[in-house]
């Protein structure tokens, strides 16, 4: 049975999509498996995947009969999966070839594994960590870090799950409807209610690469993806009591006041392109910052009340590997 298995939801990914098979056939690990998830795009991306899978045993694919969307097409292909141990690839992104060799060293030791995570700017760079670590963590170390991290801490992407707990926590998510953006964050809180060992891997050496894609949703700003992000909110209010269990009612309204402020700053950006008249975008930017300021405000005295200590000083002190 192979050790971990990747899986890539598949929709209109045919620019990319064989540099991410390419990066999991690759591994320097070979005993894994690659789930190409079929969500019904009508380019071509399929077709080159079989291809692969023509020649790699390693290769599943399994076919949606409608498109799902992002959540549900990776809940398929976790369902598909035989290891007990599953990570997701997005395939307009693609890993280090040494990732998967790191992984399995400790995999058995916890329920989820944090990697690094390179993303890729503008310039079509890498920004690689400012920190090197390689270490375990409880529950409530993970959520210091994440209520003091200044990147998304809720991507799927960059993140090893046991397969069991990941199944229990899409089991508990009860929600029907189709959704179009921010699947990652609805399905981590409902992880945080069953992860208690976290290990994080983070090296400069080996991890995910987030590339840009300018067809991407989460890269432009449409009133599509507004009332999308307002409907995540919602949820999140919705599920409160849900939610707010052991240590992740702490958390809770950190991850509020986090999502918040990154709507409010994507609006914000939005209003730079559109709007021509000098006056109304300084009122708007006059608006933001102060909407900004009082959410960080908010925010910073969360952190001290739910995390009595500073910013967490193991990142700094762990620079292995």
């Not at 064989?18 to 320097?28: F, P, V």
């Not at 077709?47 to 959540?71: P, T, V, W």
């Not at 994507?266 to 559109?274: A, C, G, P, S």
């Not at 909407?291 to 995390?307: E, G, H």
Request: hydrophobic share 40%; charged share 25%; glycine share 2%.
């Amino acid at each position: 049975m192979p050790k971990i298995s990747i899986i890539l939801p598949t929709y209109n990914v045919e620019p990319y999509i064989e540099r991410a098979l390419q990066s999991c056939i690759n591994q320097t690990f070979k005993d894994i498996e690659i789930i190409v998830v079929d969500d019904c795009g009508n380019d071509k991306s399929i077709e080159i995947a079989k291809d692969y899978a023509s020649k790699d045993e390693r290769i599943k694919i399994i076919h949606n009969e409608k498109n799902l969307g992002l959540l549900r097409a990776r809940y398929e292909g976790v369902k598909a999966a035989i290891s007990d141990y599953i990570m997701f690839l997005d395939p307009d992104d693609y890993l280090g070839l040494n990732l998967c060799e790191n992984i399995v060293k400790i995999m058995n030791e916890c329920d989820m594994i944090c990697f690094s995570m390179f993303y890729q700017t503008k310039e079509l760079k890498f920004v690689k960590n400012e920190f090197v670590i390689s270490k375990e963590f409880d529950l409530e170390d993970y959520l210091r870090y994440c209520a003091n991290s200044k990147q998304c801490y809720w991507n799927l992407c960059g993140k090893v799950f046991k397969k069991e707990i990941y199944l229990k926590a899409y089991n508990g998510f009860n929600y029907s409807k189709k959704i179009n953006m921010g699947e990652d964050l609805y399905i981590f809180l409902y992880l945080l209610l069953l992860i208690k060992k976290i290990y994080f891997l983070y090296s400069l050496n080996y991890g995910y690469y987030y590339c840009l894609n300018i067809f991407s949703l989460t890269l432009s700003f449409k009133d599509e993806k507004y009332k999308e992000q307002l409907k995540i909110l919602n949820f999140i209010k919705e599920n409160f009591l849900t939610l707010k269990k052991g240590l992740v009612y702490k958390f809770y309204f950190i991850v509020f006041l986090d999502l918040y402020l990154y709507i409010e700053e994507d609006l914000y950006n939005f209003y730079k392109q559109q709007i021509t008249n000098s006056n109304l975008l300084y009122f708007r930017k006059k608006i933001f910052k102060i909407k900004r300021k009082l959410a960080m405000l908010i925010k910073r005295i969360l952190v001290k009340l739910y995390f009595r200590l500073s910013p967490p000083l193991f990142f700094a002190n762990n620079h292995s590997k």
